[in-house]
């Protein structure tokens, strides 16, 4: 169980609706942002909570840690780990998909995750692939300017990216308590 005060369930669960409902419509690009925006939230309050050390976590110019940092955080902590393994054995079918590695950052270059491409089931990524995976669909998407135009690939990414949030949010939250 992880420990997590100063959480807005609201908000998680208003995006998760959102998301939902956009899956159901087939809009997998709104339905990834909405998905995206709770688990944003999530993993900020994480590392607002339990401070992420500024020797191992990069930080900007204004000695925040990043944002992919924060990230990064979450998916080293062993309990996240283990609430990860867990997802992946109940959500199987969800995390099966098969989706085109990697994705490519359209601000660095760099193919995230590094060292899988083709076709690839999400389930097979480690928690910290996955994420950061799901991390540079994001940024492409609202800093990158991509666009979806690709729909053999980039729709299908979306939806896949899109379904896994949906699931993983709602398995984190049952094992996420506000209170000791």
């Given at each position: 169980?992880?420990?997590?005060?100063?959480?807005?369930?609201?908000?998680?669960?208003g995006?998760?609706?959102?998301?939902?409902?956009?899956?159901h419509?087939?809009?997998?690009?709104?339905?990834?942002?909405?998905?995206?925006?709770?688990?944003?939230?999530?993993?900020?309050?994480?590392?607002?909570?339990k401070?992420?050390?500024?020797?191992?976590?990069?930080?900007?110019?204004?000695?925040?840690?990043?944002?992919?940092?924060?990230?990064?955080?979450?998916?080293?902590?062993?309990?996240?780990?283990?609430?990860?393994?867990?997802f992946?054995?109940?959500?199987?079918?969800?995390?099966?998909?098969?989706?085109?590695?990697?994705?490519?950052?359209?601000?660095?270059?760099?193919?995230?995750?590094?060292?899988?491409?083709?076709?690839?089931?999400?389930?097979?990524?480690?928690?910290?692939?996955?994420?950061?995976?799901?991390?540079?669909?994001?940024?492409?998407?609202?800093?990158?300017?991509?666009?979806?135009?690709?729909?053999?690939?980039?729709?299908?990414?979306?939806?896949?990216?899109?379904?896994?949030?949906?699931?993983?949010?709602?398995?984190?939250?049952?094992?996420t308590?506000?209170?000791?």
């Amino acid at each position: 169980m992880i420990f997590l005060p100063n959480l807005d369930r609201g908000l998680i669960a208003g995006g998760l609706e959102f998301a939902r409902y956009y899956v159901h419509d087939g809009d997998s690009f709104a339905a990834f942002f909405f998905a995206y925006y709770p688990f944003n939230h999530y993993y900020d309050r994480f590392a607002a909570h339990k401070k992420p050390s500024p020797k191992r976590y990069q930080r900007d110019d204004f000695g925040r840690v990043r944002e992919r940092e924060k990230l990064r955080f979450l998916a080293d902590q062993d309990y996240f780990q283990t609430i990860y393994v867990q997802f992946q054995r109940e959500f199987e079918p969800v995390t099966q998909d098969e989706v085109r590695l990697p994705v490519i950052n359209m601000m660095t270059g760099e193919s995230v995750p590094h060292e899988v491409s083709g076709d690839a089931k999400l389930s097979t990524l480690s928690a910290w692939d996955l994420f950061d995976t799901l991390y540079t669909i994001r940024n492409n998407l609202f800093h990158g300017q991509k666009r979806i135009d690709d729909h053999d690939r980039d729709w299908p990414l979306c939806a896949a990216a899109a379904q896994v949030l949906i699931a993983f949010l709602d398995h984190l939250l049952r094992n996420t308590t506000e209170s000791l």
